[in-house]
């Protein structure tokens, strides 16, 4: 068995090579630019890790793996033009590079070369896999969809929201260690049980990531703590808060959120008070900690040796127990 790190350095080197030759180069240098930035490579990786547990020879299936990273980078590079974003990963985002047209039709090109890449799995397992890899691919949009529709709303429910997560971030880890599990010979309920060890785990993550955003350190978080709240995001921390809070509570997030004019420090400083004081940090890490042992309980069901499993538990732990 491959460690995740191992299987990181080798993939990141098989990225590297990669090699874009087709014409007008326009069209293909900013997904060479998105390819470059690197990244944790988390769902190529859980794809190789899967296919490991079965057999050795992960090489066989990269094709499938840069299409799982294909894909998931154009999602990014369509989320920072929708969010106006200017920097991803330290650097500048392709519609600040280049322009707004150039993003969408180098996006579009990804998704297709996402499909190639995809196409190169085994012959036998071309349907079942290409099936899967198109339906997560709509439930992507869909999530999509329905954290942008959540902007305009303001009785959005954890359920909603936990579904839409499930939607927008989880579908696409469990889809790569369901894809790499099939490719390595897994049986279907094995691979069922590992593509819900990832939907899990894809929940888990996206919370952490909720809490983090507010409770974080930002050196190592990687990004500016209080941006959720600035913009009113309507994250589980966010709607948990203004469930459990009193009539005074209450009055003072909505107040926050409904102000127009404010100093953005105040505001982090008030609404995490009102966190605090609610006790909507302990609600989130409850929640963490509930799928993470659903994610435990759908591993062990796992029919294999035990010790090939303890990859994927550190992940669990890469992923879902980052430090705050």
Same mark, same amino acid.
């Given at each position: 068995?491959?460690?995740?790190?191992?299987?990181?350095?080798?993939?990141?080197?098989?990225?590297?090579?990669?090699?874009?030759?087709?014409?007008?180069?326009?069209?293909?240098?900013?997904?060479?630019?998105?390819?470059?930035?690197?990244?944790?490579?988390?769902?190529?990786?859980?794809?190789?890790?899967?296919?490991?547990?079965?057999?050795?020879?992960?090489?066989?299936?990269?094709?499938?793996?840069?299409?799982?990273?294909?894909?998931?980078?154009?999602?990014?590079?369509?989320?920072?033009?929708?969010?106006?974003?200017?920097?991803?990963?330290?650097?500048?985002?392709?519609?600040?590079?280049?322009?707004?047209? /150039? =993003?969408? +039709?180098?996006?579009?090109?990804?998704?297709?070369? #996402?499909?190639?890449?995809? @196409?190169?799995?085994?012959? &036998?397992?071309?349907?079942?896999?290409?099936?899967?890899?198109?339906?997560?691919?709509?439930?992507?949009?869909?999530?999509?969809?329905?954290?942008?529709?959540?902007?305009?709303?303001?009785?959005?429910?954890?359920?909603?929201?936990?579904?839409?997560?499930?939607?927008? /971030? =989880?579908? +696409?880890?469990?889809?790569?260690?369901?894809?790499? #599990?099939?490719?390595?010979? @897994?049986?279907?309920?094995? &691979?069922?049980?590992?593509?819900?060890?990832?939907?899990?785990?894809?929940?888990?993550?996206?919370?952490?990531?909720?809490?983090?955003?507010?409770?974080?350190?930002?050196?190592?978080?990687?990004?500016?703590?209080?941006?959720?709240?600035?913009?009113?995001?309507?994250?589980?921390?966010?709607?948990?808060?203004?469930?459990?809070?009193?009539?005074?509570?209450?009055?003072?997030?909505?107040?926050?959120?409904?102000?127009?004019?404010?100093?953005?420090?105040?505001?982090?400083?008030?609404?995490?008070?009102?966190?605090?004081?609610?006790?909507?940090?302990?609600?989130?890490?409850?929640?963490?900690?509930?799928?993470?042992?659903?994610?435990?309980?759908?591993?062990?069901?796992?029919?294999?040796?035990?010790?090939?499993?303890?990859?994927?538990?550190?992940?669990?732990?890469?992923?879902?127990?980052?430090?705050?």
């Amino acid at each position: 068995m491959f460690t995740a790190s191992e299987l990181l350095e080798n993939f990141n080197s098989h990225i590297a090579g990669l090699q874009f030759t087709r014409t007008p180069k326009g069209l293909y240098a900013p997904v060479e630019y998105v390819l470059s930035m690197g990244g944790k490579r988390i769902r190529p990786v859980l794809m190789l890790l899967a296919y490991n547990l079965y057999k050795e020879d992960v090489t066989r299936i990269y094709a499938p793996a840069t299409g799982i990273e294909v894909y998931h980078n154009y999602t990014l590079l369509h989320d920072d033009l929708m969010d106006r974003a200017d920097r991803r990963r330290g650097k500048e985002t392709v519609h600040k590079v280049w322009n707004d047209n /150039t =993003a969408i +039709l180098s996006g579009d090109a990804m998704l297709v070369l #996402a499909y190639q890449f995809m @196409a190169e799995c085994p012959s &036998a397992f071309l349907k079942e896999v290409m099936d899967l890899f198109s339906l997560t691919a709509l439930e992507i949009c869909e999530g999509q969809q329905m954290d942008m529709e959540f902007e305009q709303r303001n009785d959005v429910t954890a359920e909603e929201y936990l579904e839409m997560i499930r939607l927008k /971030t =989880a579908v +696409l880890l469990a889809a790569s260690l369901k894809i790499g #599990a099939r490719l390595g010979g @897994a049986s279907v309920e094995d &691979a069922d049980r590992l593509y819900d060890f990832g939907m899990h785990i894809g929940v888990a993550f996206q919370l952490k990531d909720d809490l983090l955003d507010v409770y974080g350190n930002a050196k190592v978080f990687g990004k500016n703590i209080g941006g959720d709240i600035l913009c009113n995001k309507k994250t589980y921390m966010l709607i948990k808060a203004l469930e459990h809070a009193n009539a005074d509570q209450h009055n003072q997030l909505n107040s926050w959120i409904n102000a127009e004019t404010f100093q953005p420090a105040e505001k982090i400083a008030a609404v995490t008070e009102l966190y605090d004081r609610i006790g909507v940090k302990a609600v989130c890490e409850n929640k963490i900690l509930e799928y993470s042992n659903r994610a435990m309980e759908s591993l062990a069901a796992v029919s294999i040796a035990e010790e090939k499993k303890e990859e994927l538990k550190k992940i669990i732990e890469n992923l879902i127990y980052r430090e705050v």
